[in-house]
């Protein structure tokens, strides 16, 4: 439980925070996109509507302002004398020099009739600003305005550009814009001379800071709405996922916790009740297929519990057993040394290492009569038990049938004919025996499929002795075998083994091999059988390495130290 409680404390963010969080952002993306759309709708909208009602109202003016009133106070708008009248008045706060000025030239009834005009316009159709204006060489002045009479014949220099433009006969577009007199939309038209010449240009401003707060009030409104629908969205998601995920997922996530809290407190060999069947999921989704996995689960893992205790304890009572068949099969070879403590004719050492717990590989010695020795090396094919229990059978057949007198062929023959009575499945048995005589040093032997010895005559190296191998024991009933012989003199040894030694494999899947055996076997010098098996099979573990063991290491050394005495018996 303590584990549990690690996992959980160490979550920061649920699924349902997650998908709130999903869908926050999800809100907020449509309906940024949303306002956006409809504030820009908005605005280009209204802003469009405007601009055409400063275009129409401007091109309407234009043809009710008389060209010729307009030609007058162009040319009086050029008077040099002009300036020094409008810095007297101005420093004065004196309005009427201009107008007195105006009427002395002639025009200020022409002024007032346009002034009039524009007068008119600007209160029947709800216009903020009107004027004329007059294009000078680098900016422009006004003819007329109805707001101030100070601007009568004022310079202007920021419509040099729209004078450019309607003079070459181009459209002045409107604009909307933001400045000293707060938010505009502007628009202009000129006014033509009998000629068609452009002589003025007729300016018309509309308000737009009404309509410009009326856009912000827009947006302020909808980014509430987007909160308000947000935050409605945000809850309604919450309470469905938390009833049809969270809540769900919690008693699913509990009921485990509680299975492997009761595992724990009945250990890992008993079966305990499964929790999730105490739950009820009535959807019929993905929630619903979890909470079926996890009740199969437990049941499996149950099941498993049970299994794997049978299991266990079957196991448990083959390996007390396979001990059991160890000892015994380790009893049944030969394993005191010295053997024959009495006899100084020869010294013998053995030693088997088996792959499994109990092997294939067998070799025997004994005393066939008070002058002979036999010496048996035997490999059995296949591992484990039944290879141990055919070379049992082997074993014996060979050790009773190998009396004194009887030639080896002739025993192995028999033997084989015994064995394929009773192999059903089909195992074979390689194998050499070879017996020598103490007093003449005859070594007759014979071989069944077995590998060629090792033989050191006295004060030189081991060699391999090449023996023309028979067919294996129980590979075929009938088989006829024939016995060799050599001549041994004191101080020669044999040294037999099976195919574990020269076929250990080491992690590049490379043999031991003959050669290594040699050169091993001739690194040691003196005449002791245990030290010739001992360096063996130190070589094989040094070159195996790591690697897995995969036969059966057996090997015999017998070493001929002298004759027997006829005498002597």
């Not at 996109?33 to 908005?42: F, P, V």
């Not at 107008?99 to 029947?124: A, P, T």
């Not at 069947?277 to 893992?301: A, F, P, V």
């Not at 490999?379 to 290879?387: I, L």
Request: aromatic share 10%; hydrophobic share 40%.
């Amino acid at each position: 439980m303590q584990s549990n409680k690690k996992i959980t404390d160490k979550r920061r963010f649920s699924v349902v925070m997650k998908i709130t969080a999903i869908v926050i952002v999800m809100a907020v993306l449509i309906g940024s996109t949303a306002i956006y759309a409809g504030y820009y709708l908005h605005s280009t909208t209204m802003n469009q509507y405007y601009k055409n009602q400063v275009v129409n109202i401007s091109k309407t003016l234009s043809k009710y302002i008389p060209a010729d009133y307009i030609e007058q106070l162009k040319e009086a708008a050029s008077d040099p004398e002009l300036e020094t009248v409008r810095e007297e008045a101005i420093a004065s706060d004196n309005p009427d020099l201009v107008k007195n000025w105006m009427i002395q030239k002639g025009v200020y009834d022409d002024y007032e009739k346009v002034l009039s005009i524009l007068e008119d316009f600007r209160n029947n159709m709800g216009m903020t600003y009107v004027y004329v204006l007059n294009n000078q060489a680098n900016y422009s002045t006004y003819l007329a305005d109805p707001d101030e009479d100070m601007t009568i014949f004022g310079k202007r220099e920021d419509n040099t550009a729209g004078f450019e433009q309607y003079t070459s006969n181009e459209e002045i577009p409107p604009t909307v814009s933001e400045g000293e007199y707060g938010w505009l939309c502007s628009g202009y038209e000129p006014i033509y001379s009998e000629d068609g010449k452009a002589i003025a240009l007729i300016g018309v401003d509309i308000s737009m800071n009404e309509v410009v707060g009326q856009q912000m009030d827009f947006l302020k409104q909808m980014l509430t709405w987007l909160i308000i629908l947000t935050l409605i969205i945000v809850i309604l998601v919450i309470c469905y996922f938390r009833y049809t995920l969270t809540k769900p997922l919690q008693k699913l996530a509990g009921s485990a916790q509680t299975f492997v809290a009761r595992r724990e407190e009945k250990g890992s060999k008993e079966p305990v009740q499964t929790a999730i069947s105490d739950l009820t999921i009535k959807s019929n989704d993905e929630i619903r297929d979890l909470y079926d996995s996890i009740r199969q689960m437990e049941t499996d893992i149950n099941q498993y519990i049970q299994n794997i205790t049978a299991v266990t304890a079957e196991k448990e009572r083959i390996g007390a057993e396979l001990n059991i068949a160890t000892q015994i099969q380790s009893s049944m070879l030969p394993c005191i040394f010295p053997p024959f403590p009495n006899r100084e004719e020869f010294d013998i050492y053995a030693s088997m290492t088996p792959a499994k717990e109990v092997g294939g590989d067998f070799y025997d010695f004994f005393m066939v009569d008070d002058r002979h020795i036999a010496i048996v090396m035997a490999d059995v094919s296949g591992k484990g038990v039944p290879a141990a229990l055919f070379m049992v059978i082997g074993k014996t057949l060979i050790k009773d049938h190998t009396q004194p007198g009887i030639d080896l062929g002739d025993i192995f023959s028999k033997v084989n004919n015994l064995l394929c009575e009773s192999n059903s499945e089909d195992m074979f048995i390689t194998a050499f025996e070879g017996v020598l005589n103490l007093v003449t040093g005859e070594f007759r032997y014979v071989n069944a499929g077995h590998e060629m010895p090792f033989i050191r005559k006295k004060n030189k190296s081991f060699e391999a002795y090449k023996i023309r191998p028979g067919f294996v024991l129980a590979g075929m009933e009938g088989m006829r075998y024939k016995s060799g012989s050599m001549m041994l003199e004191p101080g020669d040894m044999i040294f037999q083994y099976t195919d574990g030694v020269t076929e250990a494999t080491n992690a590049q899947n490379e043999l031991f091999g003959m050669d290594r055996l040699q050169t091993t076997l001739n690194s040691v010098k003196e005449n002791d059988t245990h030290a010739i098996l001992t360096a063996v099979k130190n070589g094989i573990d040094t070159f195996v390495g790591d690697a897995p063991q995969f036969d059966d290491i057996t090997m015999l050394c017998l070493d001929y130290k002298k004759k027997m005495e006829v005498d002597a018996q």
